[in-house]
């Protein structure tokens, strides 16, 4: 199987499209230079997410529509296929979606966010459906935030149904506002954790995606399918890594040995 580059940005985290919108393109753009064939964005990059401290004014789904073609101008320009994570509001209230762009800024489809964490439910619903995405030389699926730290059976039928690589665009602060130094430390919060495990025990590359700030409390980074930390944007810091992935090594083998058969409990 081929090498390809992949790359995760850290944006910052923003409250309007007006906002957003720049720095979106802007890590398109490095990502582009960076030779990346396919780029993943921070959880609700478009406009910010609403568990921050300043109070993210309402958007209207056309203003998103709008937002996210500005978007997939600068992936067609920059050649690159691209994540956007954005808000979708429907009737039941507003949903977290991962939007994908192909390399000519065509739209591929959406992964919505299915498992919502407690504290979020003021502000988002869950949507449902899982998706299986091929773009940029890849198979990739997307597990946003909470349900791939929480819900590790996500990532594994993802795994099973022939993802190479499970794009995870997040939004995790530390609780005290205090900036880790080093990836995976045990004093960090245990999302960057989950994800190792995420990687380890179905031998897929995991790239996940965080915006950037003072409190970020995991890291924008790339793990190979044996644990190791490829490349890393550093805590705090506004930026886009690039790293090349070997497809021959995310074989899901580990995801493939599980045996339900041998693991049923029978139900009296």
């Given at each position: 199987m081929p090498?390809?580059?992949?790359?995760?940005?850290?944006?910052?985290l923003t409250a309007t499209l007006d906002e957003a919108v720049p720095a979106a393109i802007a890590a398109v753009e490095e990502a582009g230079r960076l030779g990346a064939q396919v780029l993943c964005l921070p959880e609700t990059a478009l406009p910010g997410h609403r568990l921050q401290s300043r109070p993210v004014p309402d958007v209207t789904r056309g203003e998103l529509?709008?937002?996210?073609?500005?978007?997939?101008?600068?992936?067609?320009?920059?050649?690159?296929?691209?994540?956007?994570?954005a808000e979708r509001p429907q009737a039941a209230g507003r949903e977290?979606?991962?939007?994908?762009?192909?390399?000519?800024?065509?739209?591929?489809?959406e992964q919505a966010k299915t498992q919502?964490?407690?504290?979020?439910?003021?502000?988002?619903?869950?949507?449902s459906g899982r998706r299986r995405f091929t773009a940029g030389g890849v198979t990739f699926a997307i597990a946003i935030c909470h349900e791939a730290f929480r819900y590790p059976e996500v990532v594994r039928a993802a795994v099973l149904d022939g993802a190479q690589v499970v794009f995870v665009p997040h939004y995790v602060t530390t609780e005290d506002g205090s900036l880790p130094e080093r990836w995976c430390d045990a004093s960090n919060p245990y999302n960057e954790?989950?994800?190792?495990?995420?990687?380890?025990?179905?031998?897929?590359?995991v790239a996940?995606?965080?915006v950037a700030g003072a409190d970020q409390g995991s890291a924008t980074c790339i793990i190979a399918p044996?644990?190791?930390?490829?490349?890393?944007?550093p805590y705090g810091r506004v930026g886009v890594t690039a790293a090349e992935v070997d497809l021959s090594r995310a074989d899901g083998f580990l995801a493939r040995r599980w045996a339900p058969e041998r693991n049923r409990q029978l139900m009296h």
């Open positions: 090498t390809i580059r992949i790359a995760v940005a850290s944006t910052p529509d709008g937002a996210v073609d500005a978007i997939a101008a600068a992936a067609r320009r920059a050649h690159v296929v691209t994540i956007v994570g977290i979606v991962a939007v994908v762009l192909d390399a000519d800024g065509a739209r591929l489809g919502i964490d407690p504290t979020e439910e003021p502000h988002y619903v869950a949507g954790k989950a994800l190792l495990c995420r990687a380890l025990e179905n031998t897929v590359y996940q995606a965080n044996d644990g190791t930390l490829v490349a890393q944007v």
